[in-house]
């Protein structure tokens, strides 16, 4: 599919700053694996479940290279066309069998408590919505207490608490009411 221009966009944050948000590209490479490595150890667990993931060159490709149907990423960009700098990303991965979609973001450090991270969910919904999707889903783990609250407070959520032993609740989104 091609690259869908149409879902690029403008934010301000809380404290007036602008961000780019867009669609990711094959050419997002190095500013996604820059993100990705920029990361702390809990962010990198939060998000990956686990810490030391190794970014290589062909993971990365992997991660750019979508089809904005099945498998959507957008990403939000500071700075001017030379010094450009992704501070976040967050995308979902179609369940065909469920027409749900797997759900996850992650905004750099510096960014965070600006309002990026539920922007970035926000106009991911709208695209999915979009697309006939009925929701998303995804597991949290249970100290990641940002990622609790914006998940409950960004539509029809249930939230299932973890199984005995687990660290991680199992969340599900809906766009409408069931
Ligand atoms: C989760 C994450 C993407 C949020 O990004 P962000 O840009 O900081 O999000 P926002 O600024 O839009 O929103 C933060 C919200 O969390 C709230 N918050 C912050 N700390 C909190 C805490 N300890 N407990 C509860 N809520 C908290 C803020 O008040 C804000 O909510 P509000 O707008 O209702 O006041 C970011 O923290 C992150 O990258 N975390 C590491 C990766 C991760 O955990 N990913 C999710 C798993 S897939």
Redesign the pocket.
């Known amino acids: 599919m091609n690259y869908p221009k149409q879902y690029e966009t403008y934010f301000l944050t809380k404290d007036n700053k602008k961000i780019t948000i867009r669609p990711l590209k094959t050419t997002d490479e190095h500013l996604l694996k820059d993100l990705y490595y920029s990361?702390d150890k809990?962010?990198m667990y939060?998000?990956f479940c686990e810490v030391g993931r190794n970014f290589c060159d062909t993971v990365i490709q992997q991660e750019v290279n979508i089809d904005y149907h099945n498998i959507f990423c957008l990403c939000a960009l500071v700075g001017e066309i030379s010094n450009k700098e992704m501070v976040?990303t967050?995308g979902f991965y179609l369940n065909p069998n469920t027409n749900t979609a797997e759900?996850?973001?992650?905004?750099?450090?510096l960014?965070?408590?600006?309002?990026?991270?539920?922007?970035?969910?926000h106009h991911l919904i709208m695209i999915a919505n979009e697309k006939g999707i009925k929701g998303f889903y995804?597991t949290?783990?249970f100290q990641?207490?940002?990622?609790?609250?914006?998940i409950k407070?960004s539509g029809y959520t249930k939230v299932s608490p973890p199984e005995v032993g687990e660290k991680e609740l199992f969340f599900e989104l809906f766009f409408e009411k069931e």
């Open positions: 990361l809990q962010s939060f998000r976040g967050a759900f996850s973001f992650v905004v750099k450090k960014w965070r408590n600006k309002g990026i991270g539920q922007y970035l969910l995804g949290i783990h990641n207490k940002n990622t609790i609250h914006i407070k």
